[in-house]
């Protein structure tokens, strides 16, 4: 399996985490596993048909789909047949680019877009990272700005602080946070905030150069203890610590 991403334009910095393109080569044919990381997507298929959302959904060739936010871990079945190419959004931004539906109805859910929604195949074919630049610069609107300081907060604290604090350090409430995160992201506050957490403590696990006890790690990311971690480990990802 290849897997290739590209940074967008200055423009779509803010909104845009990367462009990815995924191509299966002749040594696969097994499920690939994806954790939650709070971000909705958009994935064009341009290989054979894939099956996905750990198998209940087909993307079939030359259609767009738009993936919400996910409180738990998919699987994908990639194969030498598989081609994919796709937009990872930073959250809350994707009704910066569409006027569709709130993203509560999106979570969890792998859904086809509309033809007007979708990527032209003909055209990102040619170019695909310069045709994805212009079509969201094209479709670019405004940040919700209060939303997005609540945001940069939990991200400072890494997941471990209360969602009143951060209504309270943001000058709002938690019932308005609360409406926002339903609408523009598609998880509750509690939930964003547990799963940016469990992405910095996966973060520290993967670090290879100062290896640490789970029971430092569990500490150091405000879980209660070790099992804890454990339970939250398995409910994003399906597995225990030591199988990650």
């Known amino acids: 399996m290849k897997h290739h991403e590209a940074t967008p334009c200055t423009e779509l910095a803010g909104y845009i985490h990367a462009f990815w393109e995924l191509k299966g080569d002749d040594g696969d044919g097994q499920w690939e596993r994806i954790f939650p990381d709070g971000r909705p997507g958009i994935i064009m298929n341009l290989g054979a ?42 959250p809350a931004v994707f009704s910066s680019f569409y006027h569709y539906a709130p993203q509560n109805e999106l979570t969890n859910h792998t859904v086809e877009f509309d033809l007007s929604h979708s990527f032209d195949m003909g055209k990102i074919s040619k170019d695909p ?7 969201f610069l094209d479709r670019k609107g405004g940040i919700n700005q209060l939303l997005q ?30 409406r926002m995160f339903k609408t523009h992201i598609g998880v509750t506050p509690k939930e964003y905030v547990k799963i940016i957490r ?25 879980f209660y203890d070790q099992s804890h971690l454990t339970n939250e480990m398995k409910r994003y990802t399906g597995l225990t610590p030591a199988r990650l």
């Open 49 to 90: 048909s894939c099956r996905t959302d750990s198998g209940l959904v087909t993307m079939e060739h030359g259609k767009t789909y738009v993936v919400g936010a996910m409180t738990t871990f998919k699987d994908s079945f990639i194969d030498k047949n598989t081609h994919l190419l796709g937009v990872c959004l930073k």
């Open 129 to 135: 990272y310069a045709y994805l630049n212009r079509y």
């Open 149 to 178: 300081s609540v945001l940069d907060d939990i991200h400072v604290y890494k997941g471990k602080v209360s969602v009143y604090d951060i209504a309270k350090r943001n000058f709002t409430t938690v019932r308005q946070v609360e």
């Open 198 to 222: 469990f992405q910095s403590v996966l973060a520290v696990m993967n670090e290879t150069t100062k290896p640490k006890s789970l029971s430092d790690i569990a500490f150091e990311g405000g």
